[in-house]
């Protein structure tokens, strides 16, 4: 009994780890990610936006479009540094096809 409480403990806490960062869903094909205002400090002071992507994909925060690519039909992974707070952000597609396995922000460097 007290192992499964422990258990169930344990992963509650994993899971609530995971929101707190920022993680986005993971393998979950979509037309795009995005997330509210992220403010980030000291020991990784700065909001870094990534995407996993076929087709067309760009990153923005507010009306700031701080990076796109054109992966092709090949899933590539792409950052983009957006600065120490943003209103919001996004990951999406533009063009014709594409879709985006994995979209997230993230405290980092």
């Known amino acids: 009994m007290r192992t499964t409480?422990?258990?169930?403990?344990?992963a509650a806490a994993v899971l609530t780890a995971g929101l707190t960062l920022?993680?986005?869903?993971a393998a979950v094909?979509?037309?795009s990610f995005s997330g509210g205002a992220k403010t980030c400090s000291v020991p990784l002071p700065y909001v870094n936006v990534q995407s996993k992507a076929t087709g067309r994909?760009?990153?923005q925060s507010g009306v700031t479009v701080y990076g796109?690519?054109?992966n092709?039909?090949?899933?590539?992974?792409?950052?983009?540094n957006h600065g120490k707070s943003v209103p919001d952000w996004k990951t999406f597609l533009t063009g014709v096809g594409g879709d985006i396995q994995t979209g997230t922000a993230y405290c980092g460097f």
């Open 29 to 31: 094909a979509a037309p």
């Open 57 to 59: 994909v760009n990153h």
């Open 22 to 25: 920022g993680i986005g869903s």
């Open 5 to 10: 409480r422990v258990v169930g403990i344990a």
């Open 72 to 80: 092709g039909s090949t899933y590539q992974w792409r950052w983009t």
């Open 68 to 70: 796109s690519w054109n």
